[in-house]
């Protein structure tokens, strides 16, 4: 099964980005944690980042064609961007909405996510460990 899992704006600095907030791992290392989980589940498991958010709208329909689930990771759009919405509610697989850190311990406007309720399931604050889990949770439930 293709699994997508996409990164919006800044997580390609990851590493070297507030790493009191992020961690040490690179983004190089995220996209190998994806895909050594993927090979160990049977996943082919493509990780894509972008700073455009019409790149990502972009994708949105890509996986949407494809019925395939996605793992997104928004970054800051999560907060504000309908029209990552609007192309993350076009899917027809599942969806997981996941975050790094814990949003809800950080300022107020990380609070809301105009994502969470077009999404299936949301992962928050388990570091770039709820990648791994979130594919996991597909490998077992989108199938
Ligand atoms: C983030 C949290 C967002 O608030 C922030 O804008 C990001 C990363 C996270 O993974 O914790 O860029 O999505």
């Avoid at 907060?79 to 997981?96: F, G, K, T, W």
């Avoid at 809301?112 to 949301?122: E, F, N």
Wanted: proline content about 3%; overall charge negative.
């Amino acid at each position: 099964m293709k699994v997508f899992v996409f990164n919006g704006p800044n997580l390609g600095r990851l590493g070297t980005r507030e790493p009191d907030v992020y961690g040490a791992t690179t983004h190089d290392d995220l996209v190998r944690l994806c895909a050594d989980t993927g090979a160990e589940l049977g996943l082919d498991v493509e990780v894509r980042q972008t700073d455009h958010e019409g790149e990502l709208v972009g994708w949105l329909h890509e996986a949407a064609d494809a019925a395939a689930p996605v793992v997104l990771n928004a970054g800051a759009w999560t907060h504000y961007s309908i029209a990552v919405r609007d192309a993350a509610a076009q899917l027809r697989a599942p969806l997981i909405e996941l975050h790094i850190s814990n949003v809800h311990k950080r300022e107020q406007f990380r609070h809301h996510s105009v994502l969470s309720d077009v999404a299936t399931g949301v992962l928050v604050g388990f570091g770039v460990d709820g990648y791994p889990l979130a594919l996991r949770w597909l490998a077992r439930n989108a199938r």
